[in-house]
């Protein structure tokens, strides 16, 4: 075992002890604490869980490099802006508004305000778009595990697997909260040390936000020299038109996605809401506001270093990622040196995976083998958290929205807790096989997940708060016409199903908004034509509205008002009567 | 609170949102999309093209600036109209 290896599986063994030992300590035997935490997390605590819930394996890996690398610079701004400006929405829009509603999951607010047939439409939304995004996650724990440990990748995700399930299932959304309150912290070291010190060996500021300045220009020259558009050129990689619309999507998605809205379910009160939302943006800017730097300081080191340089004189951080395949040299020309003209990557030269950028970091800032260990944990804190945050949607979803409140509505609380966990286990052993066997899809869909979040969730949470005339049938024909004209255009325009072009060049992953705006459409035209939702419901509405304690939402909220009241005589839902 | 402070309430909150939310798009889809050549033309903010700047730096602060005027603007409004007790419960129906 290398030096390197030693100590990381030093810090993976006491992180996860962590893990564990939290989980433990919070263990919960209700179903409100095995959803929401009981709805008593302290704001600051919160947002630390949502920062960690956000950032997945993916934000912590791969997107420095995906700004730095594949998207050569300003085109990654659509990251940046599109998983930061939902969380304006999320604030202002539905998290108070919500967490005032007071239930356990996002279909419980659907199906309450509009109908059941909506509640299904939701609850299936929620599960998929959450197996898609989970299955990525445990892919990177296996990752994770095998590039820097060693170990087989099947054997990495089982591990995960086992850690997920000890702390998921013991500990509930409770245990699952303070857990990702410990991984946002792993992370967030584990990301700032390497890009403060790497901004101090390339500029002499350790505040890699600041440095990132002073490296510009340099960077634009060299891009040029080696035929690479530059690095701020705006619309090189892609068009006005696509930036705006995938920005928006990104932005609407994120505010439309089931696992981060339910985490204001998890707050103290409307005000913590609104405080969790203020907190949570500000530790995910600190991630990224540095990425982009990160991103920057590599292309800058790989640029510097490794053009012109013979094939096999090149530095040991760049042979120990070749010898992993991440980074691939192909002399074409044969003159033994590697050339950069033009472009990078496959078919080119020079070909590097965008996960290095992170990766590497250390190493090429020369930093000791603790802190390489550490940037493992802080990978395997991200996917985690995002992992469990999921599965929590999923075994709710499952055992409250379906179980509870379709099959049987008499179950007791202890019979509802034990759904919940054997949902919770049933849906890892699923993560975990997709994990191991991801279907060849998986990439592509979870970018499409947020355009799916857009179009189905968001206009239908909006509504219903905003607009009290907006209808149960407004709100289902809303949200499959957004869901389907969105999966139908994502189809259409995939390079792996049809490959079009599609309408006006927009591409798959920018059309989410134009699903939304379809959705809108559809619910309030709708909503003109079918009977208005009753008065009470409307009471209810603008109860809502306000943070203060209200008798008319408490009385809705436990069952106490009466259906007909609510929902009108013709309501679609034979059952509802279990009080 | 009676109606008429609770249609006056909610008239407030939507329009502090109304502007915050203005100053988001314009902003975001503003300064770091539509008129990132101008700004990027116009000037350097911190060794980087100010449109550039915009898009992988300024926004990020902005919107959290926005949540942060958002949330203390909300809680002066609260106090206003005599809001002390929040709501906490949670319900299971």
């Excluded at chain 1, 994770?144 to 440990?149: A, E, I, K, N």
């Excluded at chain 2, 008239?11 to 902003?27: E, F, G, K, P, Q």
Aim: hydrophobic share 50%.
């Amino acid at each position: 075992m290398s030096i390197v290896q030693i100590w990381t599986l030093v810090f993976v063994v006491i992180t996860f002890s962590i893990y564990i030992y939290i989980a433990y300590a919070s263990r919960v035997k209700d179903t409100a604490g095995f959803y929401i935490a009981g709805g008593g997390i302290p704001a600051p605590a919160n947002g630390a869980a949502i920062a960690a819930d956000w950032m997945s394996a993916a934000s912590f890996i791969s997107m420095a490099g995906i700004i730095a690398l594949s998207t050569n610079g300003y085109a990654g701004s659509v990251y940046l802006m599109g998983w930061t400006g939902g969380y304006v929405l999320l604030a202002m829009l539905l998290a108070p508004y919500l967490r005032k509603f007071g239930k356990y999951t996002v279909p419980d607010f659907v199906g309450d305000r509009y109908s059941e047939t909506a509640r299904l439409i939701a609850v299936v939304c929620a599960i998929v778009v959450s197996f898609v995004y989970v299955a990525g996650q445990m892919a990177g724990v296996g990752v994770v595990f095998q590039r820097f440990l060693g170990v087989n990748e099947t054997l990495g995700v089982i591990i995960g697997m086992v850690i997920v399930f000890l702390y998921a299932v013991l500990g509930g959304m409770k245990g699952i909260t303070w857990t990702q309150v410990a991984q946002y912290s792993v992370l967030i070291v584990a990301y700032l040390i390497p890009a403060v010190a790497i901004s101090q060996q390339l500029t002499g500021i350790p505040i890699p936000q600041v440095g990132f300045g002073q490296i510009m220009s340099d960077l634009n020259a060299l891009q040029a020299e080696f035929g690479l558009a530059e690095y701020t050129s705006p619309f090189t990689q892609m068009n006005m038109l696509n930036m705006i619309l995938m920005t928006a999507t990104l932005m609407f998605g994120t505010a439309g996605l089931p696992h981060v809205i339910v985490r204001f379910y998890t707050a103290r009160s409307v005000r913590a809401a609104r405080f969790s939302a203020l907190w949570a943006l500000f530790f995910i800017s600190l991630l990224y506001t540095t990425a982009p730097a990160v991103g920057a300081f590599s292309k800058f080191n790989i640029l510097n270093q490794i053009p012109g340089t013979a094939v096999d004189q090149v530095p040991a951080w760049f042979q120990s990622w070749q010898d992993v395949g991440l980074i691939t040299v192909d002399d074409l020309n044969g003159n033994g040196i590697i050339d950069v003209a033009g472009a990078l990557g496959e078919g080119t030269e020079l070909a590097i995976n965008n996960d290095i950028v992170v990766l590497a970091t250390p190493e090429i800032a020369g930093l000791p083998a603790p802190i390489v260990g550490l940037v493992a944990a802080g990978g395997l804190a991200a996917a985690l958290s995002t992992a469990s945050g999921l599965l929590l949607v999923i075994s709710s979803s499952v055992a409250n929205d379906v179980y509870f409140k379709r099959i049987n509505p008499g179950a007791t609380e202890a019979r509802q807790l034990m759904v919940g966990r054997i949902a919770m286990g049933a849906a890892i052993v699923v993560a975990g096989y997709l994990g191991i066997n991801p279907p060849g899809f998986v990439a592509q869909v979870v970018a499409l997940a947020f355009g799916l979040g857009a179009a189905s969730f968001f206009p239908i949470l909006f509504l219903g708060i905003f607009w009290k005339r907006a209808t149960a049938m407004g709100a289902a024909a809303g949200m499959a016409a957004g869901l389907v004209t969105t999966l139908a255009y994502q189809i259409w325009t995939l390079p792996i199903y049809g490959g079009s072009d599609g309408i006006f060049g927009i591409t798959a992953a920018s059309f989410g908004v134009v699903g939304m705006l379809i959705n809108f459409a559809v619910t309030i035209i709708v909503s003109q034509f079918t009977p208005k939702p009753t008065e009470t419901m409307q009471r209810v509405v603008e109860e809502v509205r306000y943070p203060g304690r209200s008798e008319l939402v408490a009385a809705h909220a436990t069952g106490a008002l009466d259906d007909e009241l609510l929902h009108g005589e013709h309501h679609d839902d034979p059952g509802r009567h279990h009080h | 609170m009676d109606a008429d402070k609770r249609r006056e309430y909610w008239r407030r909150n939507v329009r502090l949102m109304s502007i915050l939310l203005t100053v988001w798009a314009l902003v975001s889809f503003g300064a770091g999309i539509i008129f990132v050549e101008p700004l990027n033309n116009l000037t350097s903010f911190m060794g980087v093209p100010l449109g550039f700047w915009f898009a992988q730096q300024g926004s990020i602060l902005t919107f959290l600036a926005l949540i942060a005027i958002y949330v203390w603007r909300m809680d002066a409004l609260d106090k206003e109209f005599g809001i002390t007790e929040y709501e906490e419960g949670v319900h299971h129906s």
